[in-house]
C-alpha cells in the first residue's frame, strides 16, 4: 500500500526558506515519480514541481522556478521541495502524491488527476 507523509511546513517571514519532506512507503522512487502541489484558501490546486523515476528529471512551475528545487533521496523513499525566497502567495497547503512512471506535466506543470496517491499535506504561512 503506498502512503505519503508531507512534513517541514510552518510560519516563516518573507524571503524566507523552508525544506519540505515527504517520505514514502510502499513503493520505490526507481519506479514512481513524485510531485508537489499546493492549494491557497479559496483557490485551486496546483501543481509546483515534479521528480520523475529512473532518471529523475526534475520540472517546475514558472512561479516557483529559480527559487524551489526538489530532490530524491532513493534508499529514504523520502522526496524533498527546498524553498527559497518564499513570498506571501507561497502560502499554501502543501501536498505530495505520486504515479508509476515519469512525471505527467504540461508545460512542466504537475497535472493533479494523473496521480494516483497523496499525502495529507503540510501547512505553508508566508507572512510577517
Known amino acids: 500500500q503506498v502512503q505519503l507523509v508531507e512534513s517541514g511546513g510552518g510560519l516563516v517571514q518573507p524571503g524566507g526558506s523552508l525544506r519540505l519532506s515527504c517520505a514514502g512507503s510502499?513503493?520505490?522512487?526507481?519506479?514512481?515519480?513524485v510531485a508537489w502541489f499546493r492549494q491557497a484558501p479559496g483557490k485551486e490546486r496546483e501543481g509546483v514541481s515534479c521528480?520523475?523515476?529512473?532518471?529523475?528529471?526534475?520540472y517546475y512551475a514558472d512561479s516557483v522556478k529559480g527559487r524551489f528545487t526538489i530532490s530524491r533521496d532513493i534508499a529514504k523513499t523520502t522526496v524533498y521541495l527546498q524553498m527559497q525566497s518564499l513570498k506571501p502567495e507561497d502560502t499554501a497547503v502543501y501536498y505530495c502524491?505520486?504515479?508509476?512512471?515519469?512525471?505527467?506535466?504540461?508545460?512542466?506543470?504537475?497535472?493533479?488527476?494523473?496521480?494516483?496517491?497523496w499525502g495529507q499535506g503540510t501547512q505553508v504561512t508566508v507572512s510577517s
Open positions: 521528480v520523475s523515476s529512473t532518471d529523475g528529471s526534475t
Open positions: 510502499g513503493f520505490t522512487l526507481e519506479y514512481y515519480a
Open positions: 502524491a505520486t504515479r508509476v512512471g515519469r512525471c505527467a506535466n504540461v508545460g512542466g506543470v504537475p497535472i493533479g488527476v494523473a496521480y494516483d496517491s
